[in-house]
């Protein structure tokens, strides 16, 4: 699998940044193509935990090249903040970290509307991460925005004007106090000299990398049922975060992407406000959230919970065109005497297997469950599928064929070392001299 795409296939948080980690070893360089500091990516680096908001997870691997694509919004305080407790944990970054010139800023006015429509909208609102994320995509599609590359030199400075004013009279009229226009620029200006080592044309270099036969490894943030244009709208955030953002997020064409890994939890998590058919607000889903940790990376909300939904994820593996898909998670489920799958929805009179589009129809679904019983023992650990109790085998399997998708990997920890990789469930575009990289490394060698 050179070029590989991870995309989350639920709400978010399914356990990309463990997944993207594990990976490294058979990658030469990680590349972000959406979203902004909006996502919290967590992973265990040796005694360490790190979580990742905005820089690829890949970064704590030193041979690593890393890529802030010009489809991301890009807040240079918040980067900063990264590099530094990076720097902190003796990661060094210099020479192999590089922020697309397209990117669009995100200013700190971006934030302070976020949060003023937050507010405004009351009982409707979003539950956004209150990262300025939606402000400052609206304002790349109006064509106000301002882009990384023109902060250097300060080209931009006219364009900054008139996008401060915009955004003061939203602010104004939001009851916010507008932002200082000079101020802005100055900040501008020493954003400009801190990055300008680290600007480039991303797509340029993404593509002379492949050409030169480097493998590229795509770290999606968010999920695919919070794209913009394929999930719950409009309790979705301001991107695609499907595999599609990959080309427009970053400039490298769909005939140079080899193949998709989808992340799936075991069980189905979400934070913010939004349907969710298969919640649990019961004491199964309290258990869910404590067991499984379930407090948001970025924000410190508690995660709604609930059973594993494959309704959900069959949509997310049509729409992603997923290969294998990391199941992640399942020691969570290690207690549970029986444990459900969503098979289908029931709305009114009718049964489907596909995911509705309005909200009102995704309110309405009832969803069909199956039941299987639980295997009641500690799967954390297991290296081997065989070696999984037969019931936890049975969940796998059930779910591959729910989803129609092979699962090539099973985690039961957040550890990298406990992971199961089934060589041949999907992961063949992963050549085998890359796939035994990865398992020497999860094994310490
Ligand atoms: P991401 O946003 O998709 O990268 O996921 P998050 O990092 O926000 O949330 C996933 C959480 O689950 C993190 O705290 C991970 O350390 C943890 N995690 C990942 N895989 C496993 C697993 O297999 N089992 C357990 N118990 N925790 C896991
Ligand atoms: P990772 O990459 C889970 C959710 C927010 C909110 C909605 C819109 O860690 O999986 P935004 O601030 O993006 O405008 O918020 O999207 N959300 C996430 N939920 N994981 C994430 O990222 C998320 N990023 C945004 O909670 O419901
Ligand atoms: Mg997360």
């Given amino acids: 699998m050179a070029n590989t795409v991870i995309i989350g296939m639920q709400w978010g948080d399914e356990g990309k940044g463990k997944i993207v980690d594990l990976l490294c070893p058979a990658f030469d360089a990680v590349a972000r193509y959406q979203g902004g500091n909006n996502a919290g990516h967590t992973v265990r680096f040796g005694d360490s935990h790190f979580a990742l908001h905005f820089i690829p997870s890949g970064v704590l691997h030193p041979q690593m090249r890393c890529v802030l694509g010009n489809g991301?919004?890009?807040?240079?305080?918040?980067?900063?903040?990264?590099l530094e407790g990076l720097a902190g944990h003796g990661i060094d970054w210099t020479g192999r970290l590089f922020v697309s010139d397209r990117a669009h800023l995100l200013l700190p006015a971006h934030i302070e509307?976020?949060?003023?429509?937050?507010?405004a909208r009351g009982a409707d609102r979003i539950g956004t991460t209150a990262r300025g994320i939606g402000p400052a995509y609206e304002t790349k599609i109006s064509r106000f925005g301002v882009r990384v590359g023109e902060i250097i030199g300060g080209s931009g400075d006219s364009r900054l004007d008139a996008l401060v004013r915009r955004l003061g009279d939203e602010l104004a009229q939001l009851d916010a106090s507008r932002p200082d226009a000079d101020a802005l620029t100055a900040l501008c200006r020493g954003w400009g000299a801190r990055l300008e080592p680290m600007v480039r044309d991303t797509a340029q270099l993404l593509n002379g990398w492949i050409d030169d036969g480097l493998a590229v490894l795509f770290e999606g943030a968010q999920g695919t049922l919070l794209d913009v244009d394929h999930g719950t709208y409009p309790y979705v955030t301001s991107s695609n975060s499907t595999a599609g953002g990959v080309c427009t997020g970053t400039g490298v064409p769909p005939k140079r992407l080899s193949g998709v890994l989808g992340i799936l939890k075991a069980y189905t998590t979400r934070v913010g406000r939004g349907p969710f058919p298969a919640e649990l607000t019961d004491e199964r889903g309290?258990?869910?959230?404590?067991?499984?940790?379930?407090?948001?990376?970025?924000?410190?909300?508690?995660?709604?919970?609930?059973?594993?939904?494959?309704?959900?994820?069959?949509?997310?593996?049509?729409?992603?065109?997923?290969?294998?898909?990391?199941?992640?998670?399942?020691?969570?489920?290690?207690?549970?005497?029986?444990?459900?799958?969503?098979?289908?929805?029931?709305?009114?009179?009718?049964?489907?297997?596909?995911?509705?589009?309005?909200?009102?129809?995704?309110?309405?679904?009832?969803?069909?469950?199956?039941?299987?019983?639980?295997?009641?023992?500690?799967?954390?650990?297991?290296?081997?599928?065989?070696?999984?109790?037969?019931?936890?085998?049975?969940?796998?399997?059930?779910?591959?064929?729910?989803?129609?998708?092979?699962?090539?990997?099973?985690?039961?920890s957040p550890r990298r070392e406990e992971t199961i990789v089934r060589t041949g469930a999907g992961l063949e575009p992963l050549t085998s001299d890359r796939l035994d990289r990865v398992i020497a490394r999860r094994d310490g060698e």
């Fill in 113 to 119: 509307l976020d949060g003023a429509r937050e507010r």
């Fill in 286 to 412: 309290d258990f869910l959230r404590e067991r499984g940790n379930e407090f948001g990376t970025t924000t410190g909300r508690p995660r709604r919970c609930g059973w594993l939904d494959t309704v959900v994820a069959r949509y997310s593996q049509m729409i992603n065109g997923v290969d294998s898909i990391a199941l992640t998670k399942l020691d969570v489920l290690d207690t549970f005497e029986e444990i459900k799958i969503c098979t289908a929805y029931r709305i009114g009179d009718r049964e489907t297997t596909e995911f509705p589009s309005t909200l009102e129809e995704i309110a309405a679904a009832e969803p069909q469950y199956e039941t299987v019983p639980g295997w009641k023992a500690p799967t954390d650990g297991i290296l081997e599928f065989d070696d999984l109790p037969a019931e936890a085998r049975d969940y796998v399997r059930l779910a591959e064929e729910l989803v129609g998708a092979p699962i090539g990997l099973v985690s039961t």
């Fill in 72 to 82: 991301m919004v890009f807040n240079p305080d918040a980067f900063f903040e990264e």
